[in-house]
Structures are given as structure tokens and as C-alpha cells.
């Protein structure tokens, strides 16, 4: 058997162990066996799972070369590689491209061996730029073979065997075997110079139909602080998703239909008795949806025609639905208010609009034998080992319950949506849930993982700084809108308090104001792992130094402000750079600064796999610590002691102007809107 063969048989049992294993999983979230604490750990067992294929796959191909060729390195067909780059791309994949092919070509026998890229700290740019860390994995490898080689001597064969790349000035092997990597300034000052005239480009990527269901709040009640994670999260994947290029739909799935409707209804009609022919000034939904269920608990014959008003409403009658509709409107325009302040674009789609989906759901699922008699319900199991918790599609009643709306709902986004991505933002006490409804539309041929993808965008709970739930000091949940009032009571203390309004207008401070208040709301959650709790603070979000919203806007403004302060025009960075100007990437920190630039696409390409934003908040806040070190080292506008202007260096102007640009659409994936004066 030749080594690759060998190679091939140790995968196809990884593979088979770790099947093995997401059967253990499974059965753990269904509350057998092992117990993990959250997915990550499922998850990650799922990518490698991935990655095994990927590499089987590979090897299948090497190994049939090998058996069709006189030498298997004279047939491996490397990945193509471009020999001229002048666009931004993603470094960090380029790299695994071109020493994997290295790898291939060094040792034959390990060709679809992935290369391990890792970026190196700025602050350690002796090192290198990226660094390839492979050979002490292909070490061990080549000893199962009956190879012994260090790493160190693994390294320098892979290294004589690095395709010429344009972004790689050179490699260096350190220590016990590490691939240090420097990046090529010419690459850097072509991008950048593309980057002013073109604008910041997104990075290449298949194009998708990406269905983001977040937000969906209930009808009749309040937005509170539990909805905001879900539509903060949720906004900033639909604007990286857009910025990609995807075809993104927003969706609300609101809670608009059930049986407390029949209370509200009754109450409606009571209360507003010629509601059919002027609309109820409801001035208070969370009041009057409270004032009927006060009524529901406490008054029988009300209950009775609250059940009635359910009866009427399910079977279409006119003045019920009428009266459905009207507490609808008033909800949507309460949610539409706060979407608004926020900036959100999202589009709803209730629960009331799978009604005639249900029914329809219910007969496919019968037609397949999926479902089940139990005491009156019918049930459908996820997948076809039975166990853990069924579906409830019927009640004993004949009624219909979520699980019913979901699975009519996924089928809808997948064959009428013609969605190929389906991403829920819901917390992660959902996680079980929606796990189960993806089992279950992959049994009944809804859902093919193979074509096409859901995921659960999970989060934890917002906590006051007591470490408990955010909650008012009565104990009751915060409402959204009294939240975003006290941001801008806090962001407008924060302003007075810097004398911010004796230098801008009433509609420069107005604006800052906004800017802050709901910034700094959004980048305190974004900013954290969402799949951890995190502490709700107003005095932590509005600190100006560290890694917060108020940072970071302000110091995009003062970048954006050195081009207009210099004298000179830089309003058309294409006719700044044809007059001849050009930027030199001489001193360390022009250099550095510039590196940490072209990290745009992998951090993109990163948080569009795995959905985790927060890298995205690191890097905005890298980029600015970075732009501060080359503004305290290096003049851009040079003046005399009279204050006047005696230089101005028009190359690091335009490398400020580069910033800003990266910048910009960094805070518009996160959601933040900067402000000219702040």
C-alpha cells in the first residue's frame, strides 16, 4: 500500500470516529449521554468533520494519479496562482494556496495537506508578516511513514519549493521550523493606490440568496432590551452579508397570531366598540395588552368570549380579523419606531402568514408517513433514531403549534424564498429547538446540507452590572425605547461634559448625540463574543479610551479631518494620485500601518464563515491604535511657530485617507453611523 493509500485508510477512520462522535452529540443535546456545555464545541467538531472530507476528498485524487502516473509530483496539479495582484484579497488565503503547493511539491506524498497560516503580531514584525507553522505536523506524518526529519529540515524543503508570489517579499525559516513570511510593499502601495481610486472593494466570494430571520418581537407588547442582541446581531450580518454582495433577505418573523388574541380582541371591541368604523386610539399596547389579560385571568364570561373571538378570528371573520389588524398596525408602527432610531431595515413576515402553510406542511409531512399518533397529537421525530424530543405538528386539540410554524416556515424560505442560506438570530435557549427542525426538514427532503445551509446564530442574555438579568430596579424587563432615551440622556451628559456644544451647532450636537448614544449601545454587544453574557453599562460604553464606540468615532473623525485641514484639495484622490503623488511606505510605522490595512479581507472572509462579528470590533480598534502611533511618528501637516502651514505631506495624507475609507465600511458592517464633528 503506498503511503498515500495509508493515508487515506487513517482518514476514512477519522472520518468514521467522528461521525461516531456527532451521534454522541446529538444524543447529548437531546439530553443523553455526555454533556457539553454549549455548541462551540459541536461546532467545531462539525468544521473538522468538514475539513476531513475536504482533505479525503484530495487525497482520493492524488492517489489515483499516483496509480495512473510514472511520478505523482509530475502529475499533482497545483492551485492556480495569480503572478500579478493589484487588488486587496485575502492574504491569509493566498498564503495557504501557495505553501500548500509547496508542501505537495517538497513531499509528494502528502499533496491536499493544508498549509497552517497564521498572521504575526505587529508589534513582532522581526518575525515576519504571516507565518507558515506546517512543519511540525508533516514531522510526525513523515515519521508514521518511516521518515525522520525535524521540522527545521522540513521547513527549508518547503521553503525551496515556494512558487514566486507578488505579495511575498520573502521567507525565512526560524527556530524549530517556522515559515516566516514578509509581505512585499509593492503589493501593499498598488492596493492602496486602487483602494483611493476605486474605493474599498469587498472580497471575491460566491454569491448566495442569504434569508436572516432576527428581531421578531410579539405583537401587542413592547420591544425590550431581550429583542435588542437579536436585532443588533442580526442587522450587522445582513449589512456584511450585503457588503459581500449576497442577496440578503431581512426577515421579521413577528409573533402575530395565537390565542391571546382572542382577549385582545374582546377587550378591543369593548373598549373601542365602533373600532370597525374609526381606528382605537390605543395609546399604550403594553397597557391594554396587560388591561386584558387582568380581565382573561379574572373574569369567566370574558374568557369565554375571548375564546369565541379565537374561534371567529381562525375562521376568517371580517370584524375580528378588522380588530386583529388594527392592534397589528399599532404594534408594527411602535417596532418601525425603534427599527428607525436604530437604522434597520427588516421586513415582516408573521406567524399569520404560514397559516394556510400549516395545513399544507401537515398534509406533506402525513403524505411522507412522518407522522405519528401520541395520545391525541401527532408528532414527527427529527431524525429516524426516534429519541430525544419529538415535534409536536398537531396538538390533541387539532391546534398548531410552533413547531408547526417552523417547519412550514423553513419550507417556504427554502422552495418559495428560494433561500440558500438560512440564518436564525435567536438566543441560545433555542438552540435544542431549532437543531431539531433542521433534523426534521433534512428527514422529510426539505432541507439538503449538502446544497444548502442553516445555522443558529446563538447569544447569551444582556446583564445588569449586577450580574443578574437586565431589569428595572421593580424587577420588570427594560423597554427598548427607555433604553435608547437614557443612551442619548447619557451620550448628551458626555458632550456637555467635553463643552462639545460650545463648538458645534444645535444640529452638529443633535447628530453627535445619535451617533454616540446608539453607537456606543451597538458596539458594546457586538464587541463581545455573542455566544457569552455580557454586562449592560452606559459608563463603561461611553468612555472615550479603549476599545468603545465613542473611541472609535472619534477618532474616525479626526482622520477624516486631516485631509480638509491641510490647505490643500484631496476631495479627488484620483487626480491626487495621476498629479504624481504617491506614498512611501519608508518609516516602520507607514509600514505597519499599511499591513494592518490589508487585513481587511481575512477578517471578512473569517466572520462571514463563522458569524462571530467581534473580530470585526477588534479590528476597527487595531486599525485605530495603529493610525495613532503613525500619526504621533509621522508628520502629515508640518507648521511653523506661528501655526502656519510649511509642509504638507501629500503621500501619508492619502495613506489617512485609505484609513478612513477601510474604516468607514467597518463601521457601516457594524452599524454605526460617524459624524463629521463630534
Request: proline share 1%.
Given at each position: 500500500m503506498s503511503t498515500l493509500e495509508g493515508e487515506n485508510a487513517a482518514l476514512s477512520e477519522m472520518e468514521r470516529i467522528t461521525a461516531k462522535l456527532q451521534t454522541q452529540i446529538e444524543q447529548t443535546k437531546r439530553g443523553e449521554g455526555l454533556e457539553f456545555e454549549d455548541d462551540e464545541e459541536y461546532m467545531k467538531l462539525q468544521t473538522e468533520n468538514l475539513k476531513l472530507k475536504h482533505r479525503l476528498a484530495i487525497l482520493n485524487k492524488a492517489i489515483a494519479a499516483e496509480q495512473n502516473a510514472t511520478s505523482s509530483a509530475k502529475h499533482y496539479v497545483p492551485a492556480t496562482l495569480p503572478t500579478a495582484i493589484d487588488e486587496m484579497i485575502s492574504i491569509t488565503e493566498h498564503l495557504v494556496d501557495l505553501f500548500t503547493n509547496a508542501i505537495a511539491l517538497a513531499f509528494p506524498q502528502l499533496a491536499g495537506t493544508t498549509a497552517i497560516i497564521s498572521?504575526?503580531?505587529?508589534?513582532?514584525?522581526?518575525?515576519?508578516d504571516y507565518q507558515c507553522n506546517s512543519a511540525m505536523s508533516l514531522a510526525k506524518t513523515l515519521k508514521t511513514s518511516g521518515i525522520n526529519k525535524s521540522p527545521r529540515v522540513i521547513a527549508n524543503e518547503v521553503v525551496k519549493n515556494v512558487a514566486q508570489s507578488p505579495l511575498v517579499a520573502k521567507t525565512e525559516v526560524a527556530g524549530a521550523g517556522y515559515i516566516n513570511v514578509f509581505l512585499k510593499k509593492?503589493?501593499?502601495?498598488?492596493?492602496?493606490?486602487?483602494?483611493?481610486?476605486?474605493?474599498v472593494k469587498p472580497p471575491l466570494c460566491r454569491k448566495q440568496r442569504i434569508l436572516v430571520d432576527f428581531s421578531s418581537p410579539n405583537i401587542a407588547k413592547q420591544m425590550h432590551v431581550g429583542h435588542l442582541r437579536s436585532t443588533i446581531i442580526g442587522d450587522s450580518i445582513c449589512r456584511l452579508m450585503e457588503f459581500l454582495g449576497h442577496?440578503?433577505?431581512?426577515?421579521?418573523?413577528?409573533?402575530?397570531?395565537?390565542?391571546?388574541f382572542g382577549m385582545l380582541i374582546a377587550h378591543l371591541e369593548e373598549s373601542f366598540p365602533n373600532y370597525i368604523n374609526e381606528s382605537p386610539p390605543i395609546g399604550d399596547l403594553q397597557a391594554f395588552y396587560k388591561e386584558s389579560k387582568k380581565r382573561f385571568d379574572e373574569d369567566e364570561e370574558f374568557k369565554k368570549r375571548a375564546y369565541n373571538c379565537v374561534v371567529l378570528l381562525q375562521s376568517g371573520d371580517p370584524n375580528s380579523t378588522?380588530?386583529?389588524?388594527?392592534?397589528?398596525?399599532?404594534?408594527?408602527?411602535?417596532?418601525?419606531?425603534?427599527?428607525?432610531?436604530?437604522?434597520?431595515?427588516?421586513?415582516?413576515?408573521?406567524?399569520?402568514?404560514?397559516?394556510?402553510?400549516?395545513?399544507?406542511?401537515?398534509?406533506?409531512?402525513?403524505?411522507?408517513g412522518l407522522l405519528e399518533e401520541d395520545e391525541g397529537r401527532k408528532i414527527m421525530w427529527p431524525d429516524e433514531t426516534k429519541t430525544g424530543i419529538p415535534l409536536t405538528i398537531v396538538k390533541s386539540d387539532g391546534g398548531f403549534t410552533y413547531d408547526t410554524s417552523d417547519m412550514a416556515a423553513i419550507r417556504y424560505r427554502l422552495y418559495e424564498q428560494k433561500a440558500d442560506w438560512l440564518v436564525y438570530v435567536v438566543d441560545s435557549g433555542q438552540s435544542t429547538h431549532l437543531q431539531n427542525i433542521y433534523r426534521a426538514a433534512e428527514r422529510?427532503?426539505?432541507f439538503d446540507p449538502k446544497t444548502q445551509r442553516a445555522d443558529h446564530v446563538n447569544f447569551g442574555v444582556v446583564l445588569g452590572e449586577d450580574g443578574k438579568k437586565f431589569k428595572t430596579r421593580s424587577g420588570e424587563t427594560i423597554k427598548l425605547s427607555d433604553l435608547l432615551d437614557e443612551g442619548l440622556k447619557r451620550a448628551l451628559d458626555k458632550l456637555l461634559e467635553k463643552e462639545r456644544d460650545k463648538v458645534l451647532t444645535a444640529e452638529e450636537l443633535r447628530a453627535a448625540q445619535e451617533s454616540v448614544a446608539y453607537g456606543c449601545i451597538k458596539y458594546a454587544d457586538l464587541s463581545h463574543n455573542r455566544a457569552n453574557d455580557y454586562v449592560f453599562s452606559f459608563d463603561k460604553m461611553l468612555e472615550d479610551r479603549g476599545n468603545t464606540a465613542v473611541y472609535l468615532l472619534y477618532a474616525f473623525t479626526r482622520i477624516c479631518s486631516i485631509s480638509s485641514n491641510c490647505g490643500e484639495d484631496f476631495s479627488d484622490l484620483g487626480k491626487v494620485l495621476d498629479a504624481g503623488v504617491i506614498i512611501k511606505l519608508e518609516h516602520e510605522k507607514e509600514w505597519k500601518l499599511a499591513k494592518t490595512l490589508l487585513k481587511f479581507h481575512d477578517v471578512l472572509n473569517?466572520?462571514?464563515?463563522?458569524?462571530?462579528?467581534?473580530?470585526?470590533?477588534?479590528?476597527?480598534?487595531?486599525?485605530?491604535?495603529?493610525?495613532?502611533e503613525f500619526y504621533?511618528?509621522?508628520?502629515?501637516?508640518?507648521?511653523?511657530?506661528?501655526?502656519?502651514?510649511?509642509?504638507?505631506?501629500?503621500?501619508?495624507?492619502?495613506?489617512?485617507?485609505?484609513?478612513?475609507a477601510v474604516l468607514k465600511q467597518c463601521l457601516n458592517i457594524l452599524g454605526l453611523k460617524p459624524v463629521a464633528k463630534i
Open positions: 498572521s504575526v503580531n505587529a508589534s513582532a514584525a522581526k518575525f515576519g509593492e503589493y501593499a502601495l498598488n492596493v492602496i493606490s486602487n483602494m483611493l481610486r476605486f474605493g442577496d440578503v433577505l431581512r426577515i421579521n418573523h413577528l409573533g402575530d397570531w395565537g390565542t391571546q378588522k380588530a386583529w389588524t388594527q392592534i397589528c398596525d399599532v404594534s408594527r408602527a411602535e417596532f418601525q419606531a425603534i427599527y428607525e432610531r436604530l437604522d434597520v431595515r427588516i421586513h415582516p413576515i408573521g406567524e399569520s402568514f404560514y397559516q394556510s402553510r400549516m395545513i399544507d406542511i401537515v398534509k406533506f409531512l402525513d403524505s411522507k422529510a427532503g426539505i473569517r466572520i462571514s464563515k463563522d458569524l462571530f462579528i467581534h473580530p470585526l470590533c477588534e479590528y476597527c480598534y487595531e486599525v485605530c491604535t495603529v493610525f495613532s504621533d511618528n509621522c508628520y502629515c501637516i508640518e507648521k511653523n511657530k506661528s501655526g502656519e502651514i510649511v509642509k504638507v505631506n501629500r503621500g501619508r495624507i492619502l495613506l489617512c485617507e485609505a484609513t478612513s
